[in-house]
C-alpha cells in the first residue's frame, strides 16, 4: 500500500484542493489527531474536510485510490453536495435539476 500512496501523493503536491497526506499516531502530534478520530488500526484511511473526516473504505490499490480522490475530492460540487459551491454553480445545477426525463 505505501507505494501506492506514495504515488498519490506526489501526483497530487501543490494541488489547489486535494491534500493527500499521511499522520504517524506514534508521534506526540499524531496521537492526538488519531486520538481525535478514533484511529484504531493502521494504516486508516480518511478523506474529505479535515474537520470532519470521513472513513474510507474502498479497495486500497492505486487505481481505486485514484478513482476516490478523482470522484469525491477533485470534483466536490455536485447535487448531493451544494455546500462545496460556488453561487453560480448551484445556480448551474438547479437548472439541469428543473429538466425533466424527456
Known amino acids: ?12 503536491e501543490g494541488h489547489d484542493t486535494v491534500v493527500v497526506a499521511e499522520v504517524d499516531c506514534t508521534t506526540d502530534d499524531g ?11 493502521f494504516p486508516t484511511l ?16 492505486y487505481g481505486s485510490l485514484k478513482a476516490h480522490i478523482q470522484l469525491e475530492l477533485d470534483f466536490p460540487c455536485r ?4 455546500d462545496m459551491c460556488t453561487a453560480e454553480q448551484k ?5 439541469f435539476l428543473k429538466i425533466n426525463e424527456d
Open 1 to 12: 500500500m505505501k507505494p501506492q500512496w506514495d504515488r498519490l501523493q506526489t501526483e497530487y
Open 31 to 41: 496521537k492526538d489527531f488519531c486520538k481525535r478520530r478514533h484511529v484504531k488500526g
Open 46 to 61: 480518511m478523506y474529505g474536510d479535515p474537520n470532519h473526516l470521513e472513513l474510507y473504505r474502498g479497495d486500497r490499490d
Open 79 to 82: 447535487p448531493s453536495r451544494l
Open 91 to 95: 445556480t448551474k445545477i438547479g437548472e
